[in-house]
């Protein structure tokens, strides 16, 4: 497999792949804080087959139920907490699925300006014999549906941030520079239980992008699975070290060393084209909506232009 898939002669912007944003207030620090009031949302399951959001704000019923669905289960206490969207939206921070312990506990949520000020703690348990997916969801009155929200916590929520800030800075930095650049990652297999040394095994891509109207035109990319090792810090993660598939003669044999048995797994996701187009639109859509832009296509060059997700 050809790491470049995209390199054309072509006048290039010059500029800085767009990392991810970090959220800190700096323009309201004079402002008083006043503590918002929120229930927590029980009895609701992420769905395996949807991207984990970037953003925890939701506020459409249809979004939410596109994410979410209902763990009912027995007693007055098992019926999933009603929403109502007309007059409430919802918070929801999601964590990869794992097989240790894991609760996401809501802290406080503070107003402040025209943002909001979520703080909330993970707290990790022992290993367990079966794995769950690590869900928070809180709703709040609509009057604040406006504000923009910062996570506030000691350490990052996952992996993705640290994976994404290697993918733009180490990989996406040696290809031909676009406006934007966007990482995506297909997970294979995560291996926690030694915190200095986080495994990851995945299929992982970089796309860098230029708008040109209301499309974001691909300038370069690749595709770079392999095994990420990261570091988990008490500010975050870090990663270490990144073990790579070789191209050409090389690529079969050393996918299957480093991949080994979850090799059939990487194989099954790597062939899914239908899968990862989907994918990658989504992500596309996240970014342009975090980032502000005004896009709702994307273009490879020489092929058709897409639509971005939903």
Same mark, same amino acid.
């Given at each position: ?74 007693? %007055? ?7 109502? *969207?007309?007059? !409430?939206? /919802?918070?929801? @921070? #999601? =964590? ?24 909330? %703690? ?7 014999? *079966?794995?769950? !997916?690590? /869900?928070?969801? @809180? #709703? =709040? ?170």
């Amino acid at each position: 497999m050809k790491k470049i898939l995209f390199a054309f002669a072509a006048l290039i912007i010059m500029a800085a792949c767009g990392n991810k944003q970090t959220a800190t207030p700096s323009s309201e620090d004079n402002v008083e804080n006043s503590e918002v009031a929120f229930e927590v949302a029980k009895n609701y399951f992420f769905k395996n087959d949807q991207v984990i959001p970037e953003y925890p704000k939701i506020v459409s019923e249809e979004e939410f139920n596109k994410l979410f669905g209902m763990a009912t289960t027995m007693g %007055e206490d098992g019926k999933p907490t009603a929403i109502d *969207f007309t007059k !409430q939206f /919802v918070l929801a @921070i #999601v =964590l990869p699925v794992t097989d240790f312990a894991t609760e996401i506990n809501p802290v406080k949520v503070e107003e402040k300006g025209d943002s909001l000020l979520y703080t909330y %703690e993970i707290k990790a348990g022992e290993k367990q014999s *079966f794995s769950i !997916q690590p /869900v928070s969801i @809180i #709703v =709040l009155d609509r009057k604040y549906e406006n504000k923009r929200v910062v996570l506030l916590n000691e350490r990052e929520t996952n992996y993705f941030p640290a994976i994404d800030r290697y993918l733009v800075d180490s990989i996406g930095s040696q290809y031909a520079k676009g406006e934007h650049c966007v990482p995506i990652h297909s997970i294979v297999r995560v291996d926690e239980r030694n915190a200095e040394d986080i495994l990851v095994w995945g299929d992982f891509w970089v796309f860098n992008y230029n708008q040109v109207g209301d499309t974001l035109k691909c300038v370069s990319g690749g595709s770079h699975p392999g095994l990420l090792h990261i570091r988990q810090t008490e500010k975050g993660f870090e990663v270490t070290a990144f073990d790579q598939v070789e191209d050409g003669s090389r690529y079969l044999p050393t996918a299957k060393k480093i991949f080994g048995d979850k090799f059939n797994a990487f194989k099954t996701i790597s062939s899914d084209e239908k899968n990862r187009e989907r994918l990658r639109a989504e992500v596309l859509a996240t970014y342009a909506k975090k980032n502000g832009l005004a896009v709702t296509l994307y273009q490879d060059y020489g092929w058709p232009a897409k639509k971005l997700g939903d």
